[in-house]
């Protein structure tokens, strides 16, 4: 099963998503960028997220969502496998995740056919 991978416009409101995830007890990753420079100041947060594709539900729905209704020109790009689009309004939020849903749907259905060969 593919991973769910959402990044977030303005990338200065990632730590806004990243409480909601956190409230939400969603599981994710978070890409991050070291310098090793001494003067650098270390860590980037890149507002690019990634979670289990089987963690797509009603919670991760609602907070992406939530997100994008809070601030006028809030945007998210969801990547999963084939599926790359942004949205930037909930009702797109809405239509992008139930299409993510179903090619997380049908990639479980393929993995189960996968196994469920007979041998002869």
Known sequence: MSDLEI???PKEDAGEFRTI???QDIKYSERMFFRDSVDSGGVTLLGEFTM???TLGPAV????G???AARQGRKVRVKMGDIEAEA???EQVKEL?????QQSA???KGDDDEGSGSAQ
């Not at 729905?61 to 992406?64: L, N, P, R």
């Open 7 to 9: 990044a977030v416009f």
């Open 21 to 23: 995830l956190k409230e």
């Open 52 to 54: 289990m594709a089987n």
């Open 61 to 64: 729905i609602g907070a992406i």
């Open 66 to 68: 939530g997100w994008v």
């Open 88 to 90: 930037g309004s909930v």
């Open 97 to 101: 995740l139930a299409l993510v849903h």
């Open 106 to 108: 049908s990639e479980a």
